[in-house]
């Protein structure tokens, strides 16, 4: 709970907004009370009758991160779980990509909001409803996170944000810098040159996902 200060001026949605608008400028370490009261006009004491200092900020911006991920598809009785669950998957990826700084924010900031806390309990429904125990469905939603997230961290180090055009692009200045490497001792890595240069697409993501939901959802 925000401590009482000045009258407030603005909206919390306004506050977020400046918050992303410097997360996209200058990246997430340059976050800070101080900062984001600058570009919004205000002292850092009125920021904090919207926020609970920095990590207060990192939990809104994680929680609108969290709300863009749609939850309705996780509970369609009229798909398989493992299509919902694929569905899931590359919608939480495309929601963290378009948010800027999104992959950092969701590995530093706690995943204790509401929408967080909304989309374990969706993800439980549906691997429940997939025959699970609540115990292995508990396991299985962490790991189904863990590796969406930690694919979306490696996609953002390497330049992505989710736009199929730039996907494309980084694809081809990967395979002409692996062309340049000598292949001495190398000869499967080049063999393999055309797929280790689209690792961190759509595509390559989808086949990891498909294959980590189909052995959860066999697994004893």
Excluded: K
Excluded at 122 to 128: D, G, K, S, V, Y
């Amino acid at each position: 709970m925000t401590p009482p200060g000045p009258a407030r001026r603005l909206s919390e949605h306004d506050v977020i907004d400046g918050a992303f608008a410097l997360v996209r400028e200058h990246g997430v370490d340059a976050l800070s009370v101080r900062r984001v009261a600058a570009r919004l006009g205000l002292t850092p004491t009125a920021l904090y009758t919207y926020v609970d200092g920095r990590a207060g900020l990192l939990r809104a911006m994680v929680e609108r991160v969290m709300g863009g991920i749609p939850l309705a598809m996780l509970d369609d009785a009229g798909l398989p779980a493992s299509e919902r669950l694929e569905r899931f998957g590359l919608a939480l990826r495309r929601t963290v990509l378009e948010h800027p700084g999104g992959a950092t924010l969701m590995m530093t900031g706690p995943l204790d909001g509401t929408h967080a806390l909304a989309m374990n309990e969706a993800l439980l429904r549906c691997l429940t409803s997939a025959g699970l125990t609540l115990d292995d469905a508990a396991r299985a939603a962490y790991a189904l996170q863990v590796f969406v997230l930690g694919t979306v961290m490696l996609e953002a180090a390497d330049g992505g944000d989710g736009d199929p055009q730039r996907e494309e692009a980084l694809a081809v200045e990967r395979r002409a810098a692996l062309e340049q490497y000598p292949v001495d001792g190398l000869v499967l890595t080049a063999r393999t040159g055309d797929i280790v240069a689209r690792y961190n697409t759509t595509e390559q993501f989808a086949w990891g996902l498909r294959r980590v939901i189909a052995g959860m959802l066999t697994a004893s």
